[in-house]
């Protein structure tokens, strides 16, 4: 409508997805995303992270989604990355965890099976260089509510790689509360060995290129090995993201990858459907394909 006001009276102009993109603009949402969280707009989605030889699901991860009022459910790719930009990141980055938390708290108490269930819950560095923030993140898990071992912390590498504001510092920080901490996307993120080898870090998460074979074409399975022996040398458990396939799932066993998470095994889900897969056993198919050699 304003298009065809714009070019003049009496004129008419066909809706596209281009016009709507621009008309809403990075601006106007920078503006929503200020209100999201007060208004309730946030939800989660918690994905199964399960034992790939037996399926028992050992923990979920929190992936955060924006009812938009007007422009549906927002994947994190779209404001995430402008939250920084805003300082947005720093209530949203604690909503999560608190709601995380508090629902892990909440299934532990009174549903079977999730007795040593954890929850894992994506930090970005933006959020910790905030006095206030850093504070808030401390004060929520440290809530006697809330059993700190079952909380697992997860910092892309290239946040580690670049090291915002000091960030690793406040990790050291948090990881003295007793949470796991995990390296996210690993592999893609250029991250030295030596940060490695120095950081407190419990939970390695291959990045599902190495899964899917994108990353390095015919020597993605070596680099996939090769990262499951650097792992086991240095004693970090080790996560596989992306399993999108069977025979993916049976590469990862074979090559002695014990957990994992993806579309093959379970898709990111509202609270409910993770309650009714735990209260029907809290368990994955990942039953061998006929043929498949003992490991
Ligand atoms: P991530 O931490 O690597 O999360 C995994 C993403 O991969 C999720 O996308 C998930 O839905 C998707 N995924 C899971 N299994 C598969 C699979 O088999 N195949 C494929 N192709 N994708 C799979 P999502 O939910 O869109 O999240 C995207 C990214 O947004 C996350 O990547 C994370 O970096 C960020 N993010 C999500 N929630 C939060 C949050 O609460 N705080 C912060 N700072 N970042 C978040
Ligand atoms: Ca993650
Ligand atoms: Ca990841």
Redesign the pocket.
Known sequence: MYMAKGAGKGRYQLFDAQMHDNMVGRSALKADLALAVEAGQLRLEY?PVADLRTGEVLGV????RWQHPTLGLL???EF?GLSEETGD?EAI?CW?LETAVRQLARWRATMEHCDSLWVA????LYQLPNPHSLAAIKRILSDPAVQSENVVL?V?ESALAADVDGGIASLNSLKVLGVRLAV??FGTGFSSLSTLASLPVDILKID?AFVSGHASGPRSVPVLDAILVLADKLSLAVIA????EREQLDLLRRLGCSTG????LAR?APAPVIEALMASGGLLDVTEPAGLKPL
């Not at 991860?61 to 955060?64: D, K, R, W």
């Not at 819950?121 to 970005?124: A, D, G, K, P, Y």
């Not at 998470?261 to 093959?264: A, C, K, N, T, V």
Request: proline share 10%; hydrophobic share 35%; net charge negative.
């Open positions: 994905q991860e929190a992936l955060v994947p994190p790719g995430i990141i980055g999560v819950v994506n930090l970005s997860e892309t996210d996307d599902r993201e992306g399993i999108e998470q993806g579309y093959f990111p």
